[in-house]
T-cell receptor
Framework: GDSVTQKQGQVTLSEDDFLFINCTYSTTTYPTLLWYVQYPGQGPQLLLKVTTANNKGISRGFEATYDKGTTSFHLQKASVQESDSAVYFCALVDIVNTGNYKYVFGAGTRLKVIA | EAAVTQSPRNKVTVTGGNVTLSCRQTNSHNYMYWYRQDTGHGLRLIHYSYGAGNLQIGDVPDGYKATRTTQEDFFLLLELASPSQTSLYFC????????????FGSGTRLLVI
């Protein structure tokens, strides 16, 4: 079945550092890919989404490129702030059958940014 | 803006106890989902529903039942709770269509002792 792999369980950075969170996926289709962010004490919320292969999604200074060749959807940000500290989930949309779908989430990467 | 409300916020029960987690969404979304979140496993789908009366089995359904009584309300039932079900539970909803976003609730933290 479809799967999403995030190997980095935790990332610790200082403010203004460059952020890179690795995400790879496995599927037989060309899915929509997403990044969700979960701040402490809250549910996950959509950060960015890309529906077309080889396109880039950009939101709040974060960006991710849907790379069909390497089946990757890495998340990047040029300069992190302490307020970016959160858990980041990569996900893909799995088509269950015609008209029905569900998300498949990665294990999540906890980002801690030190001021 | 879509809202998903979960209750209770926190719950403690004993092994073998009976627990019901509630979820209500107010944006007339068709789809609703129950996830559990555990360190190292991310978000794992327990059960989901395409509409009132409809139930689908997720990826980790053992030990859980679910009921979708109305379009707004989706319940997760643990009839014989076990310590392995100690977790953070999230409900989510979405509209029809593969490009519709999930809206998550704030979660219910369950401790089974």
């Amino acid at each position: 079945g479809d799967s999403v792999t995030q190997k980095q369980g935790q990332v610790t950075l200082s403010e203004d550092d460059f952020l890179f969170i690795n995400c790879t996926y496995s599927t037989t289709t060309y899915p929509t890919l997403l990044w969700y962010v979960q701040y402490p004490g809250q549910g996950p919320q959509l950060l960015l989404k890309v529906t077309t292969a080889n396109n880039k999604g950009i939101s709040r200074g974060f960006e991710a490129t849907y790379d069909k060749g390497t089946t990757s959807f890495h998340l990047q940000k040029a300069s992190v702030q302490e307020s970016d500290s959160a858990v980041y989930f990569c996900a893909l949309v799995d088509i269950v059958n015609t008209g029905n779908y569900k998300y498949v989430f990665g294990a999540g990467t906890r980002l801690k940014v030190i001021a | 803006e879509a809202a998903v409300t979960q209750s209770p916020r926190n719950k403690v029960t004993v092994t073998g106890g009976n627990v019901t987690l509630s979820c209500r969404q107010t944006n007339s979304h068709n789809y609703m989902y129950w996830y559990r979140q555990d360190t190292g496993h991310g978000l794992r789908l327990i059960h989901y529903s395409y509409g009132a009366g409809n139930l689908q089995i997720g990826d980790v359904p053992d030990g859980y039942k679910a009921t979708r009584t109305t379009q707004e309300d989706f319940f997760l039932l643990l009839e014989l709770a076990s310590p392995s079900q100690t977790s953070l539970y999230f409900c989510a909803s979405s509209d029809r269509g593969a490009n519709s976003d999930y809206t998550f609730g704030s979660g219910t933290r369950l401790l089974v002792i």
